[in-house]
């Protein structure tokens, strides 16, 4: 290939480019239906840049109820922990696993335990019994935590909107939330979870 074709390739398609934008300027972009397209679009990022901030407010709104209900969980857990420290609330029909006795037998005192059941006969009466079996308060606070509470705030509780109901990630996708990103020099888009 000599010097003159290659630059006659170039134009060529040089040209051609030149041509296909000034006809798609001409037919589509110069009309009005585009125009209207384009300020629909403006119209929709600004409604969706509104929906963000407003899902954001929403979500602030619910951070602090539901900070305040964690708080008060943990101290109603220590004073509960405190009230029933050592107490056998009841039987487990089964020995469970090892990782999960952990939790029920959270906050026995197996040396009173095994003390009391040597004095009195009708505390372990029935010597099948394994004492991993035995299960103390914060068992049954797992599972109403798990159960009750759930179904009360789903009952009594404010859900948030949908589009809102992502916690703090709600508020880190918000407009506001991206600025604040952005100014400690942290891009946003690494930080979104899809």
């Not at 407003?54 to 709104?61: N, T």
Request: hydrophobic share 40%; charged share 20%; with cysteine.
């Amino acid at each position: 290939m000599t010097t003159s074709e290659i630059l006659n390739i170039v134009v060529t398609v040089g040209i051609c480019q030149l041509i296909i934008d000034l006809l798609a300027n001409y037919f589509v972009y110069n009309n009005d239906q585009y125009e209207r397209s384009k300020k629909i679009s403006k119209k929709y990022d600004r409604a969706e840049t509104d929906y963000s901030a407003s899902c954001a407010d929403v979500a602030r709104r619910h951070f602090l109820p539901n900070m305040l209900s964690s708080i008060f969980f943990v101290i109603l857990l220590r004073i509960l922990g405190t009230e029933h420290k050592g107490k056998v609330m009841g039987v487990l029909p089964f020995a469970p696993y090892s990782i999960i006795s952990r939790i029920t037998s959270r906050g026995l005192d197996w040396k009173e335990l095994i003390t009391l059941a040597g004095t009195d006969e009708t505390l372990l009466s029935d010597t099948t019994m394994h004492p991993k079996q035995a299960f103390s308060f914060m068992f049954v606070y797992v599972l109403s935590g798990l159960a009750i509470k759930f179904y009360v705030n789903k009952a009594v509780g404010t859900q948030p909107p949908a589009g809102a109901d992502k916690g703090i990630t709600t508020i880190m996708d918000s407009p506001m939330g991206q600025s604040v990103m952005k100014s400690f020099g942290i891009d946003p888009n690494d930080m979104k979870m899809e």
